[in-house]
C-alpha cells in the first residue's frame, strides 16, 4: 500500500489550494477515503472522507463549507480543494482508506505517505 500526497504550498489567508492522494497497492475503488492533518505540536486528525462511490462525503466543523473531497476511481487519486484558507489550517495533509469524523478513524493501513505541508500565512 503507497500513498502520495502532493499540492501543498505556503498561501495567504483566503487563498486556495488542491491536494492530490495517488493511492496504490490495493483496490482504491473499493475503500472509503479519507485526508488527516497533523499540525505542529498536536495529534493527526481526520479532516475529510468520502464514500468508495464518490456519493458520499463528510467533514469536521472547522472546514465544512471550504473544503471539497473528491475522488476519481478510474485513477486511483483523491482531491481535495480548500478554499478560504486560514493559519489554523496550517499542516502537514495525509490520506488514507477510512470513515468517520471522530478520533476512532485513524486511517485503514497502517502505511501513511510522506504528507504535503499546508502553509497559511501572511
Known amino acids: 500500500v503507497q500513498f502520495v500526497e502532493s499540492g501543498g504550498d505556503l498561501v495567504q489567508p483566503g487563498g486556495s489550494l488542491r491536494l492530490s492522494c495517488a493511492a496504490s497497492?490495493?483496490?482504491?475503488?473499493?475503500?472509503?477515503m479519507c485526508w488527516f492533518r497533523q499540525a505542529p505540536g498536536k495529534e493527526r486528525e481526520v479532516v475529510a472522507c468520502?464514500?468508495?462511490?464518490?456519493?458520499?462525503?463528510d467533514y469536521i466543523g472547522p472546514v465544512k463549507g471550504r473544503f471539497t473531497i473528491s475522488r476519481d476511481n478510474a485513477k486511483n487519486t483523491m482531491y481535495l480543494q480548500m478554499n478560504n484558507l486560514q493559519p489554523e489550517d496550517t499542516a502537514v495533509y495525509y490520506c488514507?482508506?477510512?470513515?468517520?469524523?471522530?478520533?476512532?478513524?485513524?486511517?485503514?493501513?497502517?502505511?501513511w505517505g510522506q504528507g504535503t505541508q499546508v502553509a497559511v500565512s501572511s
Open positions: 497497492g490495493f483496490k482504491f475503488s473499493g475503500y472509503a
Open positions: 488514507n482508506a477510512g470513515w468517520g469524523m471522530t478520533t476512532t478513524n485513524n486511517g485503514r493501513f497502517d502505511s
Open positions: 468520502i464514500n468508495f462511490p464518490g456519493s458520499l462525503s
